[in-house]
C-alpha cells in the first residue's frame, strides 16, 4: 500500500493526526485529508514537508 500517515510537527515532537492517508486538498484556511475509509478530518496547517519513502506527511500550523 502507498498511503501516508499525516503528523503535526510541533517543534521536535510529531503528533500523528490521521492513519492511511489517501488524498490531501488544500483550502485557502487549511488541507482536508481523507483516509482509505473515507473518514475525513480538516486542519488548518500547511505541508512541511513529504517524505514518501517513509509514507509521512509533516503538517505545520500556520
Known amino acids: 500500500m502507498c498511503e501516508a500517515n ?3 510537527r ?4 510529531e ?5 492511511a492517508v489517501d488524498k ?5 484556511d ?5 483516509d482509505i475509509y473515507g473518514r475525513r478530518k480538516f486542519i488548518r ?3 512541511k514537508e513529504l517524505a514518501l519513502v ?3 506527511i509533516i503538517l505545520e500550523r500556520e
Do not use: T
Not at 490531501?24 to 485557502?28: A, C, G, K, L, S
Open 15 to 19: 503528533e500523528l493526526i490521521l492513519e
Open 10 to 13: 510541533n517543534g521536535d515532537k
Open 54 to 56: 517513509d509514507h509521512k
Open 45 to 47: 496547517a500547511k505541508i
Open 6 to 8: 499525516a503528523y503535526l
Open 30 to 34: 487549511g488541507l482536508l485529508l481523507e
Open 24 to 28: 490531501v486538498r488544500p483550502f485557502d
